[in-house]
């Protein structure tokens, strides 16, 4: 390639690109505008009229930004994603609206973190709880609960003929020495 000369190779993947954009952008969410409510949330209303709302804290990047560094939120031109650029945070548009407010790792402290809730509710559910006795203890299979025999297990799992013949063919000295 010389002097910005496309290869018709080249030319073919961008063409390629271009259609499979232009698919996702007819089936994928996408936002035409987005703001700050100034209090605590961020707003998006997609292409299909619905409006969506995001506590700012869940959001990666954001959860410690102050009220005006909020309200820098542009729409990307395509809709598929927002941005601030003085935060340096761009959040995609269809993981917002499936509930993926960041990375992996971003994800899972939100579920840590959730789980340390409290409520009212919670807190009562936990008292009846340990006024019944608490969680209830693991406990170990009673004698009498039919548990297989070690050649029940062998022959449903088809071993046992292989156990039967490892055992004839030992000499009686390496049966005498494991004695």
Not at 30 to 56: C, Q, T
Not at 123 to 136: C, E, F, I, S, V
Request: glycine share 10%; hydrophobic share 35%; net charge negative.
């Amino acid at each position: 390639m010389l002097n910005n000369e496309i290869t018709v190779e080249l030319q073919a993947v961008i063409d390629k690109s271009r259609e499979v954009g232009a698919q996702l952008a007819e089936t994928e969410p996408r936002a035409v505008r987005s703001w700050f409510d100034g209090v605590d949330k961020i707003f998006i209303e997609l292409k299909s009229g619905i409006v969506m709302g995001f506590p700012y804290h869940c959001l990666q990047g954001l959860e410690s930004a102050t009220s005006e560094q909020l309200a820098e939120v542009e729409t990307t031109p395509s809709g598929y994603g927002l941005h601030w650029e003085g935060l340096d945070v761009d959040l995609a548009v269809p993981q917002l609206v499936t509930g993926i407010f960041g990375s992996k790792a971003w994800m899972v402290e939100l579920g840590r973190q959730g789980g340390r809730s409290t409520s009212v509710a919670k807190a009562q559910a936990a008292r009846d709880n340990g006024k019944r006795g608490g969680r209830p203890r693991k406990t170990l299979p009673s004698p009498e609960s039919e548990v297989p025999d070690l050649r029940d297990l062998r022959r449903i799992a088809g071993t046992e003929e292989v156990a039967q013949t490892r055992q004839k063919k030992q000499a009686p000295e390496e049966l005498k020495g494991q004695k």
